[in-house]
């Protein structure tokens, strides 16, 4: 099922458009599912529809439109289906109480549900649209899963995509047949992992990425930042890599190296995420990457493929890893006896070393029995009140003698010239 998000200003044109197709055509092309409307018409809506806008006239828009279309291959639903999935959706999203109509579209190849429901609540409350993109799109496929059908391809899931050449583009005249092959292996296993994540709710897969550890000083991560800006950094980049940089641009705070077979390398001074490429090349690259910055130990991401080969190829250049939890451990600790290319089996994992226990707090100090027959030691303050003090001698100059005579004037006590 795929859905497409709108947001307008004018209620009754968009369900005149719905109910009746552009200029009114169509008299019969919408089915009314479900409304919690009394009127019968996109007249008589707007009617009521003008009573909530009065509760916020200064919500700019305020109409909220999405399109529900399921898969061709997928059953046909029935009208109490469509209603229960519009309930579903509106609630899911936060239309608790708002008006709204779901009208059921069967004109063309495969039927297809909007709703057409407004942002302004009864008690005056606007519905967030925060982040509505990617909450419609987990709804979707809860939906998809509750209803048993077919999953699909999200329409829109983040604003703030990757720009990844498409397969068509690649070029052929300077990508060997391997490489290419690499890189569509590379599109399909995040695709699939893309889908596989949709549909079980677990996190999808992670781009191979090459980090600073978090035990490093400010003041290096703030270097490593300021290469970026330097001409002798991008030549260095070049020099490594060869005849396989294709261009390398800034973009946001960081750099962008492109290499000619559709790969790419985000530096973000601290952190480098490899892009488009297969596990083993993103491996060679990133450690590439980390012994031209000169690190000392790194922090790795990514698949257990990646993170094998990268291991390997660090023990190799006499880099330290850190793994971020026992599962990266088990793996590292492979790589040193050997078996770098061979996943570390569950019954052979070494034992994580368990850390001892906290210590109890101590116990609090017994009271000592003999405190009060000790002498207390003198108070600073008291050492000023004696003769010839400083707090006697203040008291004189402010006029307190305690005598009830004014003091006489302070001579100077400086000698005068001859």
């Excluded at 046909?76 to 008006?99: H, K, N, V």
């Excluded at 590379?186 to 550890?213: F, I």
Aim: glycine share 6%; with cysteine; charged share 30%.
């Amino acid at each position: 099922m795929i859905g497409k998000l709108t947001k307008g200003k004018s209620y009754r044109s968009a369900a005149e458009y719905l109910m009746h197709g552009s200029h009114g055509e169509s008299p019969n092309r919408g089915i009314l599912v479900d409304t919690n409307l009394t009127g019968d018409t996109p007249r008589e809506w707007a009617k009521e529809i003008a009573a909530y806008r009065r509760l916020r006239p200064s919500l700019g828009k305020a109409v909220f439109h999405v399109s529900l279309s399921p898969s061709e291959a997928d059953r046909t639903l029935s009208d109490g289906d469509w209603q229960a999935i519009a309930r579903t959706y509106l609630d899911g999203m936060g239309f608790e109480g708002c008006p709204f109509v779901a009208v059921l579209h069967r004109d063309t190849d495969h039927p297809h549900l909007h709703l057409l429901a407004v942002r302004i609540r009864p008690d005056g409350s606007v519905v967030s649209d925060a982040k509505d993109y990617q909450r419609s799109e987990t709804l979707i496929r809860q939906i998809e899963r509750d209803w048993r059908l077919e999953a699909v391809a999200p329409s829109r899931l983040n604003k703030k995509k990757e720009h990844i050449m498409p397969i068509d583009k690649i070029p052929t005249n300077t990508v060997s047949p391997e490489a290419r092959q690499a890189i569509l292996e590379s599109r399909l296993a995040e695709a699939s992992a893309e889908a596989e994540a949709l549909l079980t709710g677990k996190p999808r897969h992670v781009a191979p990425s090459l980090e600073v550890p978090a035990a490093d000083t400010d003041k290096r991560k703030r270097e490593y930042k300021r290469q970026l800006l330097e001409e002798a950094y991008r030549q260095a980049i070049n020099d490594t890599f060869l005849d396989q940089i294709r261009f390398i641009r800034p973009s946001g705070g960081s750099l962008s190296i492109h290499s000619k077979d559709g790969g790419r390398l985000q530096d973000s001074g601290d952190k480098v995420v490899a892009y488009g490429m297969s596990d083993d090349m993103a491996a060679e690259r990133l450690i590439e990457m980390a012994m031209l910055k000169g690190l000392d130990s790194i922090v790795l991401r990514g698949s257990d493929a990646f993170l094998r080969r990268a291991m390997a190829i660090a023990l190799q250049k006499g880099l330290s890893v850190c793994p971020l939890d026992e599962h990266q451990l088990r793996i590292w600790l492979s790589v040193q006896q050997g078996d770098g290319d061979k996943a570390p089996a569950a019954q052979a994992a070494p034992a994580v070393i368990p850390m001892p226990p906290p210590a109890p707090p101590a116990a609090p100090a017994a009271p000592d029995p003999l405190a009060k027959y000790r002498p207390k030691p003198p108070n600073p303050l008291d050492m000023l009140s004696g003769p010839g003090r400083f707090n006697r001698r203040l008291d004189e100059r402010r006029g307190d003698s305690g005598n009830g005579t004014p003091p006489a004037p302070i001579k100077p006590t400086f000698r005068r010239k001859p």
